[in-house]
């Protein structure tokens, strides 16, 4: 064997054996196509050097085969690590599942003093008691929080209006800080409210046991008035005097907002946005409007279109870019998700951008009346009088009867996007989800069609939109890296 | 269409990719497979429709010969990435 390799080892111009891994790619914009690995880290190459590439025909030579090589798109002669390399990514994207389910939450009540036309989870008068959650509920729900081995547990006081019944909120987390002596789990507790009924005696028992405040806040004082009716028609100064009083007492990071887009917002972004900025928030989520509860009723999810929605998200990014660009910090909360995905080895929380999806495994429902189930969107589909992902009910089932029950597995089993037409192709698949309950909603099956698919859809645009920014606008890369490590 | 060109996996793909766009009917004849694609816009483009769809199979042509020759490399990948896991002997 020669002590040296020949000379056509190091001439670039000459094509030689590599093997590529495994990719998936999908189009960008005209000529330029995605490609990413099993990590999901990413690159854009142009059409003809794809084919090259896939064909074996790319030469060493070119810049296209260097950066396929140095991202771990090819393996040569050269490269011995990348096999390893990427098991180890690969393995720290997945490590979150072996955890199981964090988030925990309960419904303490269906009651509610608001009357918004697009409630995804159907309220009830708040006169009427028999939509409050019991203690008996609780404690068997708190059995079933504990048996989840996640060493995270959040739970997260939803309703309704979760703060009508302040005494079910303050047993159960009295109950699970008793538990927990033993569990030793990292505890946390959410309560989200519109704050309309904050008192002193909530404030007090949020201190006490380092409670964050989740609340809505849609946009400037008529918007979010006209979005969320309540008797006074002061929702939206009840929610700014809510988060002053909370920042005063339990510091300005314990008090987060989100917004939901009606019809109309959707000429408002920039409105909303800076609505943000003068209460004094880093950042902001442009959410959709979900296909559920109150907001099917009274058509509001009908009300505009995925690409009305689109222009209105991207509307409002550009925006926060040039804030950002001009100096003034401040994030759009779902691109910086997507981001931390896309730019780092880890996965964010959410769970509707998983695969398998969160269903259960990422997040739980308790609701009032003691029924289990996948997610919070179940429960809103539940209330509909659609249960298909109620799992069972907390004084009739055990956790090995909930966990794998039919109506968890065939949905977690049937949806994984690896397997799923169109998503097992898709360059954008290590980043997206499954969300088999968005797909059953709308389409009737968990799996759904993709082409036809708002989700997908909705999703694929942001993907293509944030890449095509970086690509774009000089500094955006540097301000999306800075998102994706801090989300 | 030459089946020799594309395969029927690749057709089928493409069928898939673009069913909001256009229905596609597969004719298996004597010549090779015969897809009939069908604008669902009665106003559609029908070049920007036949070339768009033509890319496609192209494109599903492309990701089917890669995935063939990366499906034992992946295979090893994820075999790696759970190897110390303890999951695989549940």
């Known amino acids: ?487 | 269409m030459p089946s020799a060109v594309f395969g029927f996996e690749a057709a089928k793909r493409a069928a898939y990719s673009f069913m909001k766009r256009a229905t596609v009917v597969f004719e298996d004849g004597s010549e090779g497979l015969t897809l009939i694609v069908s604008p669902l816009e009665p106003s559609a483009d029908l070049e920007l429709l036949e070339r768009d769809f033509r890319r496609e199979l192209l494109d599903q042509d492309l990701r089917m010969n890669l995935e063939a020759r990366t499906e034992p490399i992946r295979t090893a990948i994820l075999g790696l990435a759970f190897s110390r896991t303890g999951l695989q002997n549940e």
């Open chain 1, 1 to 487: 064997m020669s002590k040296f390799r020949p000379v056509a080892d190091f001439d670039g111009s000459i094509a030689r054996a590599y093997t590529p891994l495994p990719v998936k790619f999908t189009k960008l914009r005209d000529d330029d196509y995605v490609l990413t690995n099993v990590a999901g880290e990413f690159l854009t190459l142009p059409h003809s050097d794809l084919k090259a590439f896939v064909e074996g025909d790319l030469r060493p030579s070119e810049p296209s085969y260097v950066e396929l090589k140095a991202r771990h798109f090819l393996t040569d002669d050269d490269s011995d690590v990348a096999f390893d390399l990427l098991a180890l990514k690969l393995r720290t994207k997945l490590a979150a599942l072996a955890n199981f389910t964090g988030l925990h939450i309960f419904v303490t009540t269906l009651r509610c003093e608001h009357s918004c036309p697009y409630c995804q989870v159907s309220r009830a008068n708040d006169d009427r008691r028999e939509f409050d959650m019991s203690e008996e509920t609780a404690l068997k729900s708190l059995d079933l929080v504990f048996r989840s081995p996640s060493p995270a547990i959040k739970i997260e006081f939803q309703g309704g209006e979760s703060l009508l019944n302040l005494p079910l909120i303050r047993f159960v987390i009295e109950e699970a800080k008793r538990r927990n002596v033993t569990e030793q789990r990292d505890l946390a507790f959410v309560i989200a409210t519109n704050l309309a009924v904050l008192d002193d005696e909530a404030l007090d028992l949020c201190l006490r046991h380092d409670v964050l405040i989740s609340t809505s806040l849609d946009g400037p004082e008529d918007l979010h008035n006209r979005n969320r009716p309540r008797p006074g028609n002061d929702s939206h100064a009840r929610a700014i005097a809510g988060i002053r009083r909370a920042r005063a007492m339990l510091g300005h990071d314990r008090v987060g907002a989100l917004m939901t887009t009606t019809a109309a917002s959707l000429n408002r972004a920039r409105e909303i946005i800076d609505e943000y900025i003068a209460q004094d928030f880093g950042g902001i989520v442009l959410r959709p409007l979900s296909p559920y509860g109150f907001a099917i009723k009274t058509k509001s999810y009908q009300s505009y279109d995925q690409s009305r929605w689109l222009k209105f998200y991207f509307e409002g990014l550009d925006y926060i870019l040039d804030l950002n660009l001009a100096g003034f910090s401040f994030v759009e909360g779902y691109a910086a998700m997507v981001l931390r995905k896309m730019l780092t080895p880890f996965q964010p929380g959410y769970v509707d951008l998983r695969s398998p999806a969160g269903i259960a495994i990422g997040a739980i429902v308790y609701n009032y009346d003691g029924d289990v189930y996948a997610s919070d969107e179940s429960r809103m589909l539940a209330e509909m009088g659609d249960h298909s992902f109620r799992l069972g009910n907390v004084h009739r089932d055990s956790f090995e009867q909930l966990m794998l029950s039919e109506a968890l597995l065939e949905p977690l089993e049937s949806s994984f996007a690896e397997s799923v037409p169109g998503c097992a192709w898709c360059a954008f698949e290590p980043w997206c989800g499954a969300d088999p309950v968005f797909h059953h909603a709308t389409q009737g099956d968990a799996v759904g069609k993709k082409p036809l698919s708002g989700f997908c859809d909705r999703n694929m645009a942001i993907f293509r939109g944030l890449i095509t920014r970086m690509q774009d606008r000089p500094g955006v890369r540097a301000i999306f890296e800075r998102w994706a490590n801090q989300a």
